[in-house]
């Protein structure tokens, strides 16, 4: 059975993703930081947790060592990722937020990426990565630039990874979720909705985590196989400009 890595796995995205996979046919390790043995969503599916921090060189070994216990890695899915724990202006950002955020959105997404692709190339039969990156890769938000840096960021690992591993037969992709229904959002639920209702998003409601998990599963099942390096734009037409 194909293994696919998930991370931030009982996140919204994560979880979802996860559960999309499960149902076709993979089997998933997934890891995230919360200490839990039960994991009712998963029930009657063939899937491993794997407790972990993303920014930690350890953690990072232990999902792929658990991984390549249980077969080959054919799917890497990036989706753990954080947001400043308290909003700041950027002329007011610390270091210490600075570092937190990029060192899981960022710095951990490149090295887990790196393990898993040397684990690829080393098994010979390509593969599939998809970096969950974010609309604030490309759009300002000053109260939050650690975290707009640190998606940006994921926007050149999807490139540079792409672009060496071609040639392995591995496809790297991201998704660039916009508004979305999620743990992260809730905090400032009320404040989107208004901005929704203002027609900030022309299809005119929030995404949902399933909306993602069918486009990373649609990149990880060979549907779009001659496309590599891409960045898919989920957001319900929020990017598109407007006179």
């Keep these: 059975m194909a293994i696919a890595i998930v991370t931030g796995v009982l996140g919204g995205i994560g979880k979802e993703s996860a559960l999309w996979l499960c149902r076709a046919g993979y089997s998933v390790v997934g890891m995230d930081v919360i200490d839990t043995v ?34 080959e890695i054919s799917v890497l899915v990036n989706v753990a990722g954080v947001a400043p724990k308290v909003r700041r202006d950027i002329l007011e950002m610390t270091e210490e937020s600075y570092d937190f955020v990029m060192g899981i959105n960022t710095k951990g997404t490149l090295f887990l990426t790196q393990a898993v692709a040397n684990e690829m190339v080393k098994q010979g039969k390509g593969g599939s990565i998809v970096n969950i ?30 672009d060496r591993l071609a040639s392995e037969g591995i496809t790297v992709n991201e998704i660039c979720p916009g508004i979305i229904a999620t743990g992260m959002t809730a905090a400032v639920k009320e404040k989107y909705d208004n901005l929704i209702a203002s027609g900030l998003v022309p299809l005119g409601r929030w995404g949902q985590p399933e909306d993602i998990a069918k486009a990373v599963v649609a990149l990880c099942d060979g549907t779009f196989g001659y496309t590599t390096g891409q960045s898919f734009i989920l957001d319900g037409g929020m990017h598109i400009r407007k006179l």
């Design 38 to 71: 039960e994991i009712t969503d998963f029930d009657g599916y063939d899937f491993t947790y794997v407790k972990g921090d993303l920014s930690d060189v350890a953690s990072r070994q232990t999902l792929v060592d658990t991984a390549t216990q249980k077969g």
């Design 133 to 162: 990156s974010s609309c604030s890769a490309y759009t300002s938000s000053t109260s939050r630039g650690e975290y707009c840096i640190s998606k940006a960021g994921v926007s050149m690992i999807t490139k540079l990874f792409a």
